[in-house]
């Protein structure tokens, strides 16, 4: 049975012509300067403006942190 993961990473930027790249690398740079395999992470990402917190893949990661 596979393991589910442990570490949701969200990365966001603020306009769609922008991209996650640079986030998500530096994230896998940490989890593999940590020994963190990639199949412990669950990414979640948005392109929205930082000024609200309505953000729905923040919003799906916080309900997966609370239901553990």
Same mark, same amino acid.
């Given at each position: 049975? %596979?393991?589910? %993961?442990?570490?949701?990473?969200? =990365?966001?930027?603020? +306009?769609?012509?922008?991209?996650?790249?640079?986030?998500?690398?530096? =994230?896998?740079?940490?989890?593999?300067?940590?020994?963190? %395999?990639?199949?412990?992470?669950?990414?979640?990402?948005?392109?929205?403006?930082?000024? +609200?917190?309505?953000?729905?893949?923040?919003?799906?990661?916080?309900?997966?942190?609370?239901?553990?």
């Amino acid at each position: 049975m %596979p393991r589910k %993961p442990k570490i949701g990473c969200y =990365i966001r930027v603020s +306009t769609t012509a922008q991209d996650h790249d640079q986030q998500r690398h530096s =994230i896998r740079s940490w989890a593999r300067s940590n020994h963190v %395999p990639q199949s412990e992470l669950k990414w979640f990402a948005d392109k929205k403006s930082g000024k +609200t917190m309505d953000r729905e893949q923040l919003s799906t990661l916080l309900r997966a942190v609370d239901l553990g």
